[in-house]
Each structure stands twice: as C-alpha cells, then as structure tokens.
C-alpha cells in the first residue's frame, strides 16, 4: 500500500498570502494519477487537481500543483477567504487507492 | 447538474448490516465508475472499493473484502454499498464518489454528501 504523507498538519496563514501544501509518498507515483481534494466543514471533498497539475473545471488558476516520483506539491497563491479548508491529496495509481492525511489552512 | 445524492443517516447494532444508496442524476449513470469512501472518527479517508457502473465489475479493498459489497441499479441510475457483520470500527461517514471515467484508476470528480453510519449496541 502507497502511504501518502501531507505536510504540514496545520499552516495557519492570512489571506493573500502564499500556501504551499506537500504530499509525499512511500513508493513512486505516476504523476498521472495524483490528485488534490478540497473539503469544508460539513461537507464532502471536492476535487481541484488531478494528474498532479492538472486543475478541476472551475478551479481557479491561483491554485497550481507540481511534482514526480514521491513528492509532490499544492500551491494556492493568493489565498482568498474561501480558501481556507482542508486539503487531501490522494493516488489512485495503484491499489489499494489511498489518501494523506489532510493539511488544514487555517486563518492566522 | 450532475449531482449523487446518498441515503440518510443510519444507527445500526453490532453484527447487523447496513445498506447505502448512491443515486445518480444529471449525467449517464453508466458512463463513470463509483467509488466508496470512508473516514472513521480520527481517521483518514478510506477507500473501500469500486464498481463500473455499466458492467457490475467490482474491486474491493483487500482489508473489507468480504464483509461489503457494491452493486448498482441501472435502471434507478443508483449505486448501493451494503456492509455486513457491523463493528463498531466501522463506525464512519461514509461517501460515494464517481470517478471522471468508467476506468478505476481516475480521479473522484463529483461526490455524494456523505451517510453517516453508526454502530452502537
């Protein structure tokens, strides 16, 4: 089983500034079949990225994803008050499929 | 739009079992595969399992193979997940998700809004 590890846990931040999210795994990842989960209290996760940097239909072009092999990374520019939620990154590459742990962006 | 909206929530006693629907609207049901989710209290998300939507075929997660199983209802555009020999480890939210293409290996574009499944005696 793929591990994916997110870091960090919490990035506490002020809106306009500049997010970066990791997602490591424990075993290579086609960036192919890496994406990038959204979800908001109450409600179920959303999909932003996919092929690792590929954005989701009516994503907005401040997020922006990268990465290969194990490492892999979310950047949201400039972060807006919707922004703040939990991000999951997630392979489906390989079974089983898994999931990080999420990285909460929180208002600082 | 397209949207899936799930079963309500459910209380269930140790070893009973739980059925969860998935229904389909706005898109064709058989052209995407669904996937089903899980996050216990603390946990991270859980992938349980699959079914292509057109042909039945199913891919379990070796850790619950066997105590669930996917079937669907073409003619309700609707996807069912049943749990059976409840835990209370099994306690969760529990989510259908379809993925962008019939293929399995896709990423999950639309989800449904969750059924929270409690097992308690």
């Known amino acids: 089983e793929i591990v994916l590890t997110q870091s960090p846990g919490t990035l506490s931040l002020s809106p306009g500034e500049r997010a970066t999210l990791s997602c490591r795994a424990s075993?290579?990842?086609?960036?192919?079949?890496l994406a990038w989960y959204q979800q908001k209290p109450g409600q179920a996760p959303r999909l932003i990225m996919f092929?690792?940097?590929s954005r989701a239909n009516a994503i907005p072009d401040r997020f922006s994803g990268s990465g290969s092999g194990t490492d892999f990374t979310l950047t949201i520019s400039r972060l807006e008050p919707e922004d703040f939620a939990v991000y999951y990154c997630?392979?489906?590459?390989?079974?089983?499929?898994?999931f990080g742990g999420g990285t909460k962006v929180e208002i600082k | 739009q397209a949207q899936l909206v799930q079963s309500g929530a459910e209380v269930k006693k140790p070893g009973a079992s739980v059925r969860v629907s998935c229904k389909a609207s706005?898109?064709?049901?058989?052209?995407?595969?669904i996937h089903w989710v899980r996050r216990a209290p603390g946990q991270r998300l859980e992938w349980l399992g699959w079914?292509?939507?057109?042909?039945?075929?199913?891919q379990y997660s070796e850790k619950l193979q066997g105590s669930v199983t996917f079937t669907r209802d073409t003619s309700a555009d609707t996807a069912y997940m049943e749990v059976s020999g409840l835990r209370s480890e099994d306690t969760a939210m529990y989510f259908c998700?379809?993925?962008?293409?019939?293929?399995?290996?896709?990423?999950?574009?639309?989800w449904g809004q969750g059924t929270m499944v409690t097992v308690s005696s």
């Open positions: 075993q290579s990842v086609s960036s192919s079949y």
């Open positions: 706005g898109y064709n049901f058989m052209s995407n595969g």
């Open positions: 092929s690792a940097s």
């Open positions: 079914i292509n939507s057109a042909s039945g075929k199913t």
């Open positions: 997630q392979q489906f590459g390989s079974s089983p499929l898994t």
């Open positions: 998700a379809r993925s962008s293409s019939s293929y399995m290996h896709d990423a999950f574009d639309l």
